[in-house]
């Protein structure tokens, strides 16, 4: 799935805390070639099916593409994707262009955030717990809404097809999306790729090398357009998306919940790209049978087979009227590792810049999380820092989700590489609570009150050593019942 294109200029937008314009978009005529180079007498890497990587064709996109001219931009892509992974094409990839409305569509997106907590989900407690989303509202409906906001295209392993999303009035696809998705369609069709979990910190790890693979190759591709290559894009957009304005601008997207996703995206390159530079793509496709072990290893990618994960031990002391839950499928627990530590801690930037009347401080400034090229920008290639300093040292962590009727609870346990990198977690965490109008109780126990903020709740914060351990239930009284032998004030 490619989801590059969507934030990046929001994100610029944050770091200068200003409005922004549309992004200009190129919108080419591709003049045909008549030098174009004879056909090999059999197939091979940077040529499919009559057309070579380099060939310019007789295109024009302002009034969409027929079904000759997506044809032939498709195989040329196809071939340009070749040259750039090094992996042949022993078949074709069907591809299909659909408007966004379409894809929100047949997929459910856009049905809103907004719900009632009698029916606490464990995504709720999830998103809850990084202060993301709160009790009144439904986490999984903001997540599949940001998802559906910003996903550019997506290649179904059991349909083997690539699906392209557009924004425009007259679907036109976007030749580097494109080339992402059908790396995807390589992966599948030459590796196993059954390594991803099921937790947040699981498919970080594991998509960082299968998202990673992919946007290396697309950027390689995107910076060949315009110089080597003519390379079609679509138009700019002339709708609406629609969405809700919570967190993101107006555009249907959440940035605390797309800065936990987009993880792949930013630091899977850089990883991918480490390894390529040392063995070539060789070592790359060696990588599906040796995937990282943890976002870690992908966001620092020195730590990559040196520095494996904690398993973090977490004992369920809930009395019986906290019911342990669960998700339908998978780890009977959440894990969040960088990237939903980073979406956590960043989140109230982005949340304070959409409010003029916002007096809070920030828990890190834009300047702490947006990476930046030499002229001031925010690096297209690798938006986010994913390793700031309250985030650096992660080991491992694991959260219980609980309910109690329309209730929620959870306990969450992290594990750091020293003491010191425990101590500046929880230090930066207890600036987030005060964000979000916590007052200190004593002994370690905060309360959030009603009307505060919406995550009104009782927390117990402690550090032992290199563990942290967080306690939430809705009212001090309760935060033994959730976890035995927690201090209540």
Known sequence: MNTRLAVVLGLACLLALAGCANAPTDNPTLAGSADAPADPASDRLGWEQGYWYNESLPVTTSDGLNETEQDAVVHRAMARVEHIRGIEFDEDVPVSVISRETYREQTGGGSGGSGSNSGVTFDDV?????????????????????????????????????VIISDTDRPVLSETTLGHELVHALQYRNFDLGFSGSTLEARSAALGLIEGDAELVAQRYERHCGDDWECVSQPASTGDSGGSDDGSSGSGLHYGIYFTQYFPYSDGPAFVASVEESGGWDAVSDLYADPPASSEQVAQPATYGVDEPTAVSLEDRSDGDWTRLTPPSGAPYAEFGVAGLTGMFAYPAYESSMDDTAARPYVLSPNEFLNRNDAGNVDSSDPINYTTTPVDGWDGDKLYAYKNSGEAAYVWKSVWDSNADAREFAATYRDLLAYWGAQSQGNGVYTISDGASEFADAFHLSVSGDTVTIVNAPRPSELDDVHAGTPTS
Do not use: K, M, N
């Open 126 to 162: 999830r998103y809850e717990a990084l202060f993301l989303v709160g009790e009144t509202q439904s986490g999984s409906e903001q997540s599949s809404e940001t998802t559906s906001s910003s996903v550019a295209g997506y290649y179904s392993p059991s349909a083997d097809r690539i």
